[in-house]
């Protein structure tokens, strides 16, 4: 038995490299807070700051894998319109993508700056999540 548990450990390693990146659909939600006058929500892998009439003024969102991580985070006016937008995504082998953008009124990419690693063509809109239907925070969270 104890000649087995060294084989054990090693294939339940080895079999954990080739994991997916955890699911975030099924998190736990929590509850919200107020930060800087803003309701903040957060609802599994995505975070919701709220103004006071309800309105998603900012969604942030974040996702970890084992050898990077991308980050995005998108900026409303009070009219439910996309502002602004970032995204900073790194990898083993260092930074691939350090953007921001400004947007007109119309959703239109009016100006984009910063830094693109060599191979990374995709648009800043497709890093962008879709507001939810519901701009409630209700006490457990985001529905």
Known sequence: MIRLLPLAL????????????????????SAPIWVGGLKACT???TRYLLDPAGRIRSLVYARLFPDNTLRVRQSYD???RLTG?????????GRLL??????????????ETGFRAK?????????????????????AGLP
């Open 98 to 111: 350090d953007i921001r953008g400004s947007f007109d009124s119309r959703g239109g990419l009016v100006k």
């Open 10 to 29: 090693t294939v339940a390693v080895a079999g954990a490299h080739g994991l997916p990146p955890v699911p975030y659909k099924d998190a736990p939600r």
């Open 85 to 93: 937008a970032s995204v900073q995504w790194s990898g083993f082998a």
């Open 43 to 45: 609802v599994g892998e």
């Open 78 to 80: 009070h009219a439910g």
């Open 119 to 139: 191979g990374i063509t995709n648009s800043l809109a497709s890093y962008l999540r879709p507001l939810p239907k519901s701009r409630t925070c209700p006490a």
